[in-house]
């Protein structure tokens, strides 16, 4: 069968495929949680009251799907689910590349947990806008004065989140309460980040390191040790030489 183009199904099907299964892991198994518990609201499958974060049902019920369905639900079906898996596939993907699966999957659930907490209090039942803002504004910070775009609009990258926030206040017409926790929660995740960077000496987990510390891909490689010697006569004899 062949499609406009002249490309064969299969072709087109392969090459959904491949660009599906080239997103980072828990970017993709996220993003596909979103839009299956998305479809599942609009035929009626799943109703909001069972996906809300409940304390009391998560904690006294056993009810421990809560807090992750409550960061994945973002509402009914409509254009602004592309928005939010947009910010899924770019600035969530970075980050995942910049730390490691590993690390990330650490991150995401201190986010959560952060999140979740202030939820209780402010009785919110969904927090996956706030978790969104808090993923763009860690993100954001790893190339602080990189240029991007949005709505055609040029800025640095620092300044992304709070353009973003503007932007949801003047299309949504009520104070981006969630969104100002985001960006909190995310610059205080990024801060103690760096202090605990410092206090280790080591780098950055984007400079060269893997989430187990293995270079990635593209890393320079370390430099080889010398041995050790002794020096005798003006040379330096190796252990080879003994």
């Known amino acids: 069968m062949r499609v406009r183009g002249g ?6 099907t392969a090459k959904v495929k491949a660009s599906y299964l080239s997103i980072t892991p828990i970017v993709r198994g996220w993003v596909t949680a979103t839009v299956a518990i998305t479809l599942l609201f609009a035929i009626g499958a799943v109703t909001p009251e069972l996906l809300q974060f409940d304390w009391a049902a998560a904690t006294s019920g056993l009810q421990l799907w809560r807090p992750l369905t409550g960061a994945l639900f973002v509402g009914q079906l409509n254009p602004q689910i592309l928005m939010r898996c947009y910010y899924w596939l770019t600035y969530g993907q ?11 999957a650490r991150a995401m659930a201190t986010l959560i947990a952060l999140l979740c907490y202030a939820a209780k209090w402010l009785r919110w039942p969904f927090v996956a806008d706030s978790l969104i803002m808090a993923l763009t504004m860690i993100s954001t910070r790893l190339h602080p ?8 609009i040029p800025l640095k990258n620092k300044y992304l989140p709070f353009v973003m926030i503007i932007s949801n206040y003047i299309s949504q017409q009520k104070p ?5 926790l985001g960006c909190a929660v995310g610059f205080a995740w990024s801060l103690l980040a760096k202090l605990k960077e410092r206090e280790l000496g080591g780098a950055p987990a984007s400079a060269g390191a893997g989430a187990d510390g293995a270079p990635e891909e593209g890393a320079p490689a370390p430099k080889p040790k010398k041995k050790p010697g002794r020096r005798r006569s003006g040379s330096i004899v190796t252990d080879e030489q003994r």
């Open 7 to 12: 490309r064969s199904l299969d072709e087109l």
């Open 94 to 104: 970075e980050l995942e590349r910049a730390l490691g699966t590993l690390s990330f």
């Open 145 to 152: 004065d990189a240029r991007v775009s949005l709505f055609g």
């Open 176 to 180: 981006p309460v969630q969104d100002a």
